[in-house]
T-cell receptor, first 113, second 112 residues
Framework: GESVGLHLPTLSVQEGDNSIINCAYSNSASDYFIWYKQESGKGPQFIIDIRSNMDKRQGQRVTVLLNKTVKHLSLQIAATQPGDSAVYFCAEKKKQNDYKLSFGAGTTVTVRA | KAGVTQTPRYLIKTRGQQVTLSCSPISGHRSVSWYQQTPGQGLQFLFEYFSETQRNKGNFPGRFSGRQFSNSRSEMNVSTLELGDSALYLC???????????FGSGTRLTVV
């Protein structure tokens, strides 16, 4: 089915280090992208979003970068903490008034103490 | 403000039965969309409603249906349940369906 690809299914990172989670998308017309974090037994939790007219957006300890030339999206987490251990999904909305998100397969992030 | 509320949290049903799941969006949000999450297929879009109208539908059989009420609350129904319908069903609400999707905790459906 439709999907936004993620480069790596798992990522192990040392506590305190920075994490980078990557995502490739296929539709150059996609106008909106979101990163979600999902912990076991819970629904996806919004982390940060970015519209296609932007290249970078920063939140608290997180930065999303959008490279439209190579259709690549990344999420950077600064000073990774144990509570950051979860599955991270990127999602795209492929066009205005599409009203649906297409999700990647997810990257499982494990933070080592 | 209250988040997206989904009920029930867990359900166990038998093959052939039907089930109704409920979703209450964030106050003021008029768009409600539904997703199915399984280990094999990941998160897949079911349908989206805005002002009681279905605006988009995913590639699921007709056994999956939904509706939205005038207060924006939404329900989805699955008839003639199959084992493969076992999944986490997630609801997301948004002001207009274009940006800012907030998900609920989901309903875990197990079909036996």
């Amino acid at each position: 089915g439709e999907s936004v690809g993620l480069h790596l299914p798992t990522l192990s990172v040392q506590e305190g280090d920075n994490s980078i989670i990557n995502c490739a998308y296929s539709n150059s017309a996609s106008d909106y992208f979101i990163w979600y974090k999902q912990e076991s037994g819970k629904g996806p939790q919004f982390i940060i979003d970015i519209r296609s007219n932007m290249d970078k957006r920063q939140g608290q300890r997180v930065t999303v970068l959008l490279n439209k030339t190579v259709k690549h999206l990344s999420l950077q987490i600064a000073a990774t903490q144990p509570g950051d251990s979860a599955v991270y999904f990127c999602a795209e909305k492929k066009k205005q008034n599409d009203y649906k998100l297409s999700f990647g397969a997810g990257t499982t992030v494990t933070v080592r103490a | 403000k209250a988040g997206v509320t989904q009920t029930p949290r867990y359900l166990i049903k038998t093959r052939g039965q039907q089930v109704t799941l409920s979703c209450s969006p964030i106050s003021g949000h008029r768009s409600v969309s539904w997703y199915q999450q399984t280990p094999g297929q990941g998160l897949q879009f079911l349908f989206e409603y805005f002002s009681e109208t279905q605006r988009n539908k995913g590639n699921f059989p007709g056994r999956f249906s939904g509706r939205q009420f005038s207060n924006s609350r939404s329900e989805m129904n699955v008839s003639t349940l199959e084992l493969g319908d076992s999944a986490l069903y997630l609801c997301a609400s948004s002001l207009d369906g274009n940006y800012g999707y907030t998900f609920g905790s989901g309903t875990r459906l197990t079909v036996v």
